[in-house]
């Protein structure tokens, strides 16, 4: 039942759980892992067959909370509820949704936040790196504790989509769908370019402390802050900024001076802002190495199509006109290799203002793209849906 | 399939092929193919309806506009290429029937018969750019900007040295009537070729 004051097409009140594992887990770094906890939301009810699964993998700055509302006073639902809830393209009332936070995060999995049980202190700038498929790995051991033993699909968007592509190579067997949202099968130069001004900002911030703020009671909110807004002008696109800011003022003349004066200025720092003071300073750092370690292709001479040589699951790859991240020519890469290779796959370019934050947002092609073949994963899968 | 050139099609499409549709529309041929002759292969197309119409009957479909040709496939990627209906709305036919025979080793071809009998008359005696069936646009608003006739695409054919398999004609829902066979150029509606580069 939907409590008052929620809107009816919401998934309603949600509520994170925790799973602990106490299997070490071997990263790609060399390092291990002893124990590890994982936090992470369920959307709907896993049938007797338990193949009605879904996995929602995040984005850099994502988490766990992709739909629904923690509480009635929450202003805001999960980062994904346009796409995730009775209805929508992923249809709560057909598919169990299984939403986590990434090894490394800041919203409960373990990460530089948490304590390491070796030195009683938190791991901070110590947190082994992670990467995509050390990710992947993880996701696939919270599978097994939910009794998932393959999911319906595997969705994400930007660094989650990478994250699918990887569930496809790594765990064939174990996805029977692959959705790629406004990603990308490798970051280009000018990607790892924008990550590094990123993480220099926090690294350089006198409050950085070589990643040990936490022991100085402070945290590094100019560097992450500057970091974000930077991110953020990655995120949207020219004309969206234009759009929405143009060259407006936030009073009627120029103040010659350098406080805020355009209106794009204040939306930026009222970004970083609220980021700097949410989002833990490690964590960013870790999650743009892992962007830019991923590359599937690159064991393999650089051949994408043989990369996937070893994906059997049919792909959808979706793109959006105006994201100049990730742009469409970069899922036309991986939509290519997938040709090449002889994959089942599907491509879908979305014509939208919105850059790369386009993944993120309702828009009616968009869902009907995104509901038309969720709705065929159902009906292949005998969940119900058109026939 | 109603269509004619469809169900025509239907019938020379071998067992289990890789097969390419350029122009798909909502994949009504590739999931009929897929279901009676479990090909495997490729729609493409343009079209945000006939794109999603695809996604839910479970057809592979790559938004892709066909002017910018399939570099994205390879020589030989496929036993046979698929095009109904879309030859004549392409800028450059000829360029694509090269592309289409380097990507396969066989082609099907459909296109509207200019030189059909109807559009003749609607021509000679009203005038008018001939409305039909199979052209249903009017002069200012059609797609198709390089209309011809059963003649002119044998023609083409000729004189890039390609071989014709097959050839048909189609009128409306039904296949050739006899008086098609002998007068493919007057009689046919729909002109359906089954094109090679090489004699097998």
Not at chain 1, 285 to 299: G, R, V
Not at chain 2, 129 to 135: A, D, H
Not at chain 2, 139 to 150: G, K, R, V
Request: hydrophobic share 40%.
């Amino acid at each position: 039942m939907i409590p008052d004051g929620l809107p009816s097409d919401s998934i309603g009140l949600v509520t994170p759980q925790t799973a602990h594992f106490d299997d070490p887990l071997a990263l790609a770094c060399g390092k291990t892992l002893p124990a590890y906890d994982l936090v992470f939301e369920t959307y709907g009810i896993l049938n007797a067959e338990r193949s009605n699964a879904v996995l929602i993998c995040h984005a850099l700055s994502g988490h766990h909370h992709a739909a629904g509302f923690h509480s009635l006073e929450e202003r805001k639902p999960g980062w994904w509820d346009a796409h995730i809830g009775p209805g929508k393209s992923i249809d709560t009332d057909r598919f169990f949704v299984v939403s986590l936070n990434n090894l490394g995060g800041c919203h409960g999995s373990t990460g530089p936040i948490s304590l390491n049980p070796d030195t009683s202190r938190q791991w901070g700038p110590e947190f082994p790196m992670v990467t995509v498929g050390d990710w992947v790995h993880s996701q696939a051991r919270l599978a097994e504790r939910l009794g998932i033993e393959r999911f319906a699909a595997v969705i994400g968007g930007s660094l989650g989509g990478m994250q699918v592509l990887q569930w496809a190579l790594a765990y064939p067997e174990r996805i029977a769908n692959a959705v790629v949202i406004a990603a990308t099968p490798k970051l280009s130069a000018q990607n790892i370019a924008f990550n590094e001004v990123a993480r220099q900002a926090i690294r350089s911030d006198p409050d950085f402390h070589a990643g040990w703020y936490y022991e100085h009671d402070t945290l590094p909110r100019r560097g992450l802050k500057l970091a974000r807004m930077v991110g953020h002008i990655t995120y949207l696109s020219a004309d969206a900024m234009g759009t929405k800011f143009g060259r407006d003022l936030r009073s009627d003349d120029f103040s010659f001076g350098y406080d805020v004066e355009f209106q794009v200025e204040s939306y930026l720092r009222y970004q970083g802002d609220t980021f700097s003071n949410s989002f833990d300073a490690n964590t960013y750092l870790l999650m743009t190495k892992a962007l830019d370690y991923f590359d599937p292709a690159a064991a393999h001479g650089g051949d994408l199509a043989r990369a996937l040589a070893p994906a059997y699951c049919p792909f959808l790859v979706v793109s959006f006109s105006t994201d100049w991240r990730f742009p469409p020519s970069r899922s036309k890469e991986l939509v290519n290799a997938l040709i090449q290779a002889n994959k089942a796959v599907s491509f879908v370019n979305i014509d939208s203002p919105h850059g790369h934050d386009a993944f993120l947002m309702p828009q009616p092609r968009y869902q009907a793209v995104f509901a038309g073949f969720m709705s065929r994963v159902a009906h292949d899968l005998n969940l119900g849906g058109p026939s | 399939m109603k269509r004619a050139d469809l169900t025509l099609i239907h019938g020379w499409v071998p067992e289990g092929a890789h097969i390419l549709d350029l122009a798909c529309g909502n994949g009504t041929l590739l999931a009929a193919l897929a279901r009676d002759k479990h090909v495997s292969g490729y729609g493409l197309e343009i079209d945000p309806d006939g794109i999603t119409a695809c996604l839910q009957k479970g057809v592979n479909v790559i938004e892709q506009n066909l002017d910018e040709g399939l570099a994205n496939f390879e020589d030989d990627a496929c036993d046979l290429v698929i095009m109904t209906q879309a030859l004549q709305a392409l800028r450059r036919p000829d360029l694509m029937l090269d592309e289409m025979l380097r990507v396969a080793g066989e082609c099907i071809i459909t296109f509207p018969n200019f030189a059909y009998w109807r559009h003749r008359a609607y021509l000679g005696f009203k005038g008018f750019m001939p409305v039909s069936k199979s052209l249903p646009h009017a002069w200012y608003d059609t797609p198709n900007i390089h209309l011809s006739t059963f003649n002119d695409f044998e023609q083409l054919c000729r004189d890039k040295g390609l071989i014709i398999v097959d050839r048909a004609v189609g009128i409306g829902d039904h296949e050739g009537h006899w008086t098609s066979r002998w007068w493919p150029n007057l009689f046919g509606e729909i002109a359906i070729f089954r094109v090679s580069r090489h004699r097998d």
